[in-house]
């Protein structure tokens, strides 16, 4: 078995998503659910997640991912439709031992949901 199943408390803890589209915005309904503290990355937002940022629901920075955007982070989820910097999140977590989940590639993620 590669996998080990956990729960995670989620509240309070500072998550970074990467991508502004409607995979992006699932990752940060659920995560927000959870009582997380969460920061979208992407030059491009739905209607949702400017809404969310507008209430002060989410920290939204409009404009491409850095790896500096991890530092701090609890928790990361790639949700671009960028194969390549999928790549690079996943190793930029992985570099600073981040829990990294990158939508829909388990072969890119240290944890899938």
Do not use: H
Request: proline share 4%; hydrophobic share 40%; aromatic share 6%.
């Amino acid at each position: 078995m590669r996998y080990y199943p956990v729960s995670l408390d989620m509240q309070n803890r500072k998550c970074l998503v990467v991508g502004g589209g409607s995979v992006g915005a699932r990752k940060v309904m659920t995560l927000l659910e959870c009582g997380a503290i969460v920061t979208v990355v992407s030059p491009d937002v739905t209607g949702k997640l400017l809404d969310l940022a507008e209430k002060k629901m989410i920290e939204l920075k409009k404009r491409p991912y850095e790896p500096s955007d991890i530092d701090g982070i609890f928790l990361v989820i790639g949700a671009t439709d960028n194969e390549e910097l999928n790549w690079q999140i996943n190793k930029d977590a992985e570099r600073q031992n981040k829990l990294c989940n990158i939508a829909d590639r388990p072969e890119a993620c240290n944890f899938i949901l």
